[in-house]
Nanobody, 113 residues
Framework: QVQLVESGGGLVTAGGSLRLSCAAS????????MGWYRQGSGKQRELVAS???????TYADSVKGRFTISRDNAKNTVYLQMSDLKPEDTAVYYC???????WGQGTQVTVSS
């Protein structure tokens, strides 16, 4: 069974940066699309960024130009580099493996103004 473990969340002031990591167990990572989602307090979970197995990326309009998703298949890890963070980016961030429909446990990102 695949497990996803996120790390890298924390508290940062507006304008700052964070890099989230999501490490996957098992052997399906390189064949799977991956996504980063977030859920703010009282809000629905939304897609932030995704990357296909071949490296094609998509982004939510709200993060374009500020966030970058990438993957390292040798390390079974997907990353989300977040820059110019805003208070509205505050949320729990989750990674998702498309091939096996599996979520990580989430990591909290808090951006103070």
């Amino acid at each position: 069974q695949v497990q996803l473990v996120e790390s890298g969340g924390g508290l940062v002031t507006a304008g700052g940066s964070l890099r989230l990591s999501c490490a996957a167990s098992g052997s399906t990572f390189s064949r799977s699309g991956m996504g980063w989602y977030r859920q703010g307090s009282g809000k629905q979970r939304e897609l932030v960024a995704s990357i296909t197995s071949r490296g094609t990326t998509t982004y939510a309009d709200s993060v374009k130009g500020r966030f970058t998703i990438s993957r390292d298949n040798a390390k079974n890890t997907v990353y989300l580099q977040m820059s110019d963070l805003k208070p509205e980016d505050t949320a729990v961030y989750y990674c998702y493996m498309t091939l096996v429909a599996t979520w990580g446990q989430g990591t909290q990102v808090t951006v103070s103004s």
